[in-house]
């Protein structure tokens, strides 16, 4: 389905051929996961996964454009019942899902993330060091960041992740990290 993307330079949507590798690479963990999209722009991402059976998704963008067009293309697809949408800084979101999985021990984390933030200002690893700290991503789940070809990922042990892979295609990558193994 096509679905309505920002308008300007703001975000960089995943093409649909990067798109559906990534997706067919992702495939085994899917079904029946819980799904978070950070920096999610046009919530793409989480509704790809929704469209192939995640169970929840969640997403995060401090534009207020961004959370109108996530909401409308939820809406589009009528998958706005399995979904919810926050506008705020992903720092913000992930301690606000911290408290809420505190408050419930083995309810509320989430199995999958994808995280594409803007390029080159250290938010991956920002969100890398909080979801390695807290409780709203669950141990063992997968974590696809998506970054630019050079962009140094060693740091990512020490907050608790082990890197699994990395795609690399003409101008970035995706890296996909494992929490807690």
Known sequence: ???????????????????????NMLQPDIPGCRFLDLFAGSGQMGIEALSRGAVYAQFVDSSRKAAAVIKENLDFTKLGGLARVDCMTVAKALHRLDRFAAREPGKRRFDVVFCDPPYGLGLEKEALGIMGAGQAVADGALVVVESALGTDFGYAQALGFSIEKEKAYKTNKHVFLRKGA
Do not use: S, V, Y
């Open 1 to 23: 389905m096509p679905l309505k993307t920002l308008a300007g330079d703001a975000t960089r949507p995943t093409t649909d051929r990067i798109k559906e590798t990534l997706f």
